[in-house]
């Protein structure tokens, strides 16, 4: 198990851009959350970039000493069930078209923004994906 300080450098090492920190990855998170909740209008690969935030936390999750998991959990949690509602469960139909979906444990990538706006939502609609318009959100 490595330590918060640690696990930064460990995963820049195995292919991560930078050295980031739980706290950044955190927020991340958090923030993308946030956006999905309002409408996400970017495009589908800044979309699906952007997701990467909490691939990143999933594997620091398996490295992390204990106590630093039982100490950040709670701060991903409450995103994880934000993201859960502001988002629609199709298995991964719709990204898929657009990037190759990791394993079925990383489940935020099988589901997509419940209000489609913007290049993002143009891109799920043209595959068939359902959601509402961000005035009758």
């Known amino acids: 198990m490595v330590t918060e300080t640690e696990v930064g450098e460990l995963l820049h090492q195995r292919g991560w851009r930078t050295a980031f920190t739980v706290a950044e990855r ?35 999750w398996l490295l992390l000493d204990d106590y630093i998991v039982r100490l950040w959990s709670p701060q991903i949690k409450a995103p994880d069930g934000r993201y859960k509602a502001a988002t629609v469960d199709d298995d991964g139909q719709a990204l898929e078209q657009f990037h190759r979906l990791p394993g079925p444990d990383l489940w935020w990538w099988r589901r997509h923004p419940r209000i489609l706006t913007g290049d993002l939502g143009r891109s799920l609609r043209s595959v068939g994906a359902i959601g509402t318009d961000p005035d009758t959100a």
């Open 26 to 60: 955190v927020n991340a998170w958090a923030a993308l959350v946030g956006v999905i909740e309002r409408g996400y209008g970017d495009d589908i690969y800044e979309y699906t970039s952007d997701l990467y935030c909490r691939n990143w936390l999933h594997e620091a």
